[in-house]
């Protein structure tokens, strides 16, 4: 069984060399993720129609929920 640690070093070791900075669109991305509540990921889940768009949304909805988690137990699951 892989623990996130390795699992996170096979990822790192498969990209490319990159000079370290994250994109202003990643930055962006992630100030959005922030903001989102569940109640909204929620509501769009049932809002959309699409099934890419609901898998997106429920996907953003479960990492969404387990980094509230990890607040609440204190320790990190990622």
Known sequence: ??????????????????DGAVSENIKALTALFEELTVTELEGAILASSD??????????LN?????DQEK???QTLL
């Open 1 to 18: 069984m892989l623990t996130a640690e390795t699992k996170t070093q096979e990822i790192k070791e498969s990209l490319p060399e990159l």
């Open 51 to 60: 099934r890419s768009e609901k898998t997106l949304y429920r996907t953003l």
């Open 63 to 67: 990492l969404k929920m387990q980094i």
């Open 72 to 74: 609440v137990i204190n």
